[in-house]
């Protein structure tokens, strides 16, 4: 690699904001998401020690709601969203043999609307919290009429800002689209992609896909509430179940947008760990690419309580119940990569392990959920709010996690603490159980989602909870320092880093250069 | 491992959870009516068999995971795919979801079959409370949480909380045994959704548009449940009790009902002292409107809630009082309580107003002069 001696590197902080690199935009994408991380989880922190027995002590119902709602925006849009797109930015040019990204200049835009819309979010919290009116508060999912009608006049920030964010997604997979589809390097056919690029490239259509019709409910609410409109109206001779549709025809395949890369990371960890190829990496790329597919006709599963007509009721319940095939498959193919490999349990290991094992009981409680008569006493409690926490917390946070760790001596040069690494592991694996699994018993036992205080049944549970939260927010201290201390330095790492390791971004040196590949490797 | 240890862990907690949990409920409850039942059983039925294939999967995985590290010197084979497994990890998992489908599919029939009822309620949701109107009898009434004070931070400490906390209301709904009731959701404002888990019912009411459930409980008994939709401010302040009465009480609580009924319908024409519109309108007041406008009469101005205390409205001409809390304020929170209070009600509640919190104005206002400004 020649190039790596005559890296011309911008300096100061024009190589930031006028950034056309990959890594650099990777790398802010992933601090803003790091940073975001933090924001979200003290809201959730507030939540959990409102929530730590019965009665309100620390905030009024008002505020509680808007914590909900902005940990819920924050978490989605903010984290894991953002984390995925930096790992994309860093990893896809170097695991398909391309010097950067297709379109940088765009790249450079997609990431400067995200800290734009969110502070347009955040000011309306800040502007709460001076008491000049109330910030959104009517949940992530914001339910019409709550969220037109009766909602507070922040909503205008917060539909713009959504506006921004969808802009950003769609500008940011077209870009990791055209490259994926122009910049692979010769000799690397479709089925030779890693897995981590396959699933970001059907994540990307995903997004393509959906973000416009996000774009689209909240353009209705815009109309709705500030020019006479009723689309969401029964009044005006419109329908508040149909913003409910358009939303989720959204959501569903959002929920698979925050998962798809994350099976992505964990099919390329997990071969490394276990010196093994993976298991079935055909079946790996047609699951996957069915599993989109079916996002798309199983929206409703989310309203079976609406009153929609029976029919539908059972054509959605169908359908939810066949993703369980090929997310089972998933599931199945890493556990035979593990069996009979030669295992080592480095920190991206564990977390890896640890997905695996926690995601298939957030797929199983999908399974009971998709079950439509028992989802009608699940729907709306806290057995959701497990649910999701497990797929999205143990699940693709855990995977961002272990991706970090995975590539970080490749970004950086240097190895991280292993051993800080591992303490980190255990704190955030326990602690998220202590913190997710109890809510599992409260919701079956009849708690609903949002509320700011419960009956003192519930109250041993919702303690464990918020003790499980405590020390998990407190744990990812610990991974900021890890992640500082590998940038500063720490052990050199090699070209291949991991022992089993395989994979173009494998054969640059580390720290890989700044414009990885500049002349493309040849693949067999 | 130790995430399976941890996963056999908590399973071990579910099984034993009897004698170590007795007072914590830790599953869904069987409920009462026939089709609470039903889902239970598929709820069991779909938790047991994802715990089964959990132990296989974890199991295969804690295998590997013991035998098959390098420290023991575990060398990796070779293999990256089997068809004839693939194929049959793909085939089995059809079977099991199709013995799923089929129970569940009767349930969910059942559950939405509300022909030939014997009686029908229709429920409407209000930012935060319930209406009820029994569509064959003449009746209707709204419920309450019995605390309101408990949805505000400075007087919520002043609540006991005993184990119906947050699940008491002041006027229960009361349905008859052994029947077929029918029940219709809609909604006045925002969307709510009304769930009593006991009885598996769990609908959404929506404004400008009518759901339907059903239950036939055969128990009498108190069945307590909550709004399941993020509905505003209050959503955790809007709980609804069922009280299932012998079909012998259910006609004497009927007969009560409407006995009530005439009363009310000559407390509207008499002269009320001061004392007893400050009395009652305290009484009205702190049912239906401390949610927004506080105890206090302060109210929650950051929120748009404006105080009454000293307000410009409640100090200042009495007719224009009336007309706001008789016709609301358009595309505000502030509801037309015309539409929910009689008459007495509400001459005692703007009289309360008018002279609680400092505000002494000293005037009273009659049932007569709401009636004239209807
Ligand atoms: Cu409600």
Redesign the interface.
Known sequence: MSDAHHDHKPTGIGRWLFSTNHKDIGTMYLWFSLTMLFVGGTMALIIRAELFQ?????????FF?QMTTLHGLIMVFGVIMPAFVGLANWQVPMMIGAPDMALPRMNNWSFWLLPTAFSMLVASLIM?IM????AP???WTF?A??ST??A?ASTDYFIFSVHLLGISSVMGALNIIATIMNMRAPGMTYMKMPIFVWTWFITAYLLIAVMPVLAAAVTMMLTDRNFGTSFF???GGG???LFQHVFWFFGHPEVYIMILPAFGVVSQIIPTF??????????MVYATASIAFLSFIVWAHHMV???MP?AA??FF??AT??I??PT??K??NW???????????ETPMLFA??F???F??GG?TG??LA????D??Y???YFVVAHFHYVLVTGSLFTIMAAVYYWIPKWTGNMYDEKLGKVHF?LT??SA?VLF?PMH?VG???M??????????FT??NQMASIGAFVFGFSQLLFLYIVIKAIKGGNKATTEVWEGAEGLEFTLPSPAPFHSFTTPPQVK | MSAIIRYAGCLCLMLASSPLFAAYQLDMSPGVTSFSQGAYEIHQYVMWICVAIGVVVFGAMAYSIIFHRKSKGAVAAKFDDNVTVEILWTIIPIFILVSMAIPATNVLLEMEDTSKSDMSIKVTGYQWKWHYEYLDEDISFFSNISTPEAASLATNASVPKDENYLMEVDNRVVIPANKKVRFLFTSNDVIHAWWIPAFGVKKDALPGFINEAWARVAEPGVYRGKCAELCGMNHGFMPIVVEVKSEADYAAWVGEQKAAKSALAASATKTWTMAELMKHGEKVYTTNCVACHQVSGEGIPAAGFPALKGGAIATGDAAKHIDIVLKGSPGTAMQAFGAQLNDADLAALITYERNAWGNNTGDTVQPSDIKSAR
């Open positions: 019965p009665g309100l002590q620390i905030v009024e119902p008002e709601n709460s008491g000049m009116g109330s508060n009517f949940g339910y009429p709550l009608t009766f507070p109206s029964a009044a329908d508040p179940l276990a010196r093994k190829k993976l298991f079935g990496y055909t079946s309580t609406t009153g029976v009721e059972l319940m169908y119940m066949l369980a095939i089972g498959v599931v199945f556990v035979s990569t593990m069996w009979r490999g030669s295992l080592t349990f392990i640890a695996v094992v926690l298939t009981i199983f399974l009971m079950i439509a008569p028992a009608f006493q729907q709306d409690t255990w694996c326990i159980n699994f018993f079956l036992a009849g609903p989602r949002r509320i700011p205080d419960y009956s003192i049944q041993e549970f």
